[in-house]
């Protein structure tokens, strides 16, 4: 059975940094790209960072790039988003899949960034 559990959101201050993770298991994780996906209060689910199998590629949409870094440990089925110089905008539950969303979509993990 796939799971995913996304950890490490909160309520950070515009400018501040938070690091996520998602733990996978119940599928052969060395050998899918994944992805970091948030969802906005009243809008749709976007993508906004993927990792290749080695971790070699990676790819941010520009409302990230520059400030997130997404990183992944094959060894512990973890993939990580380092998020810095957060914004007000990027409130949000946070989420990680495969890059084409084949799984089932986990908890998710509220991150709040708010004065």
């Known amino acids: 059975q796939v799971q995913f559990v996304e950890s490490g959101g909160g309520l950070v201050q515009p400018g501040g940094s938070l690091r996520l993770s998602c733990a996978a298991s119940?599928?052969?994780?060395?050998?899918?790209?994944m992805s970091w996906y948030r969802q906005a209060p009243g809008k749709e689910r976007e993508l906004v960072a993927g990792?290749?199998?080695?971790?070699?590629?990676?790819n941010y949409a520009d409302s990230i790039k520059g400030r997130f870094l997404i990183s992944r440990d094959n060894s512990k089925n973890t993939v990580y988003l380092q998020m810095n110089s957060l914004k007000l905008e990027d409130t949000a539950v946070y989420y990680c899949?495969?890059?084409?969303?084949?799984?089932?979509w986990g908890q998710g993990t509220l991150v709040t960034v708010s004065e």
């Open positions: 899949n495969s890059r084409q969303a084949t799984f089932p």
């Open positions: 990792i290749s199998v080695i971790g070699g590629i990676t």
């Open positions: 119940g599928f052969r994780f060395s050998s899918y790209t």
